[in-house]
């Protein structure tokens, strides 16, 4: 199976068992959001309980389709544009895509300033968590 400048061809992402999750941390924030095809989970403060809902098929599906225009096994390698969070001057942020065995991790950005290569995914994962809460 051939693989797309993206990283993986459509058929590659297994849409059943890729999970995301996103994190911003720092002094004043706290956000961990978790999203698989069955449920999105937020938790929005340190030692607080996590809100949970069903994940319904067209965020689903919009969720897949920008995760789908990003080289997956690239992120770990992905430069910050700012890194204002070394300072405390922004929110230290991560994102984590699980598949399967695999889990490609991001080195700390800004959060609200990530990769451009992953921009477009952080911000629908951020979307679709803000209408959870």
């Known amino acids: 199976m051939a693989l797309t400048n ?3 061809s459509q058929s590659k ?3 059943d068992s890729v999970s995301v999750e996103y994190s911003a941390i720092s002094r004043g924030i ?3 959001i978790k999203i698989n095809k069955k449920t999105i989970s937020v938790v929005n403060s340190r030692g607080g ?3 949970i809902k069903s994940s319904s098929n067209s965020n689903w599906e919009t969720l897949i389709n920008e995760l789908k225009a990003v080289q997956v096994t690239n992120i770990p390698n992905l430069e910050a ?3 204002s969070f070394q300072f405390d001057g922004a929110a230290i942020a991560h994102l984590k895509i ?3 065995s695999n889990t490609y991790e991001s080195m700390p950005f800004d959060h609200g ?3 451009a290569e992953i ?3 952080v911000k629908e994962i951020l979307s679709i968590a803000e209408n959870i809460e």
């Open 119 to 121: 921009a477009t995914l």
């Open 6 to 8: 993206y990283g993986y």
């Open 30 to 32: 706290f956000k961990k």
């Open 113 to 115: 300033n990530p990769p």
């Open 49 to 51: 309980s996590a809100i």
């Open 81 to 83: 544009p700012s890194k």
């Open 13 to 15: 992402i297994n849409k």
């Open 98 to 100: 699980i598949q399967n």
